[in-house]
């Protein structure tokens, strides 16, 4: 059995850089959940100054960072 996840999955957002920012934190229940919000959200946050996202399942890194700019 697998512990349940204490802080649920989360965006962690960076700047241009590469450095961390801030962001909207919302703990989803899953990763279909979480991917879903920022498909409609990432142009607000490339808005805001977000270049990059990383999901967090807890403190695990699932994925990223990815970039929201255009390629």
């Known amino acids: 059995m697998e512990p349940e996840q204490a802080d649920g999955w989360e965006w962690r957002y960076l700047d241009e850089a590469g450095v961390g920012v801030d962001g909207p934190v919302i703990a989803f229940e899953s990763q279909e959940a979480a991917e879903a919000w920022l498909t ?3 142009p607000v946050l490339a808005d805001q100054g977000v ?21």
């Open 40 to 42: 409609g959200n990432f």
């Open 51 to 71: 270049s990059a996202v990383s999901l967090f399942d807890g403190e695990r890194v699932v994925y990223g960072p990815m970039s929201l700019e255009p390629e």
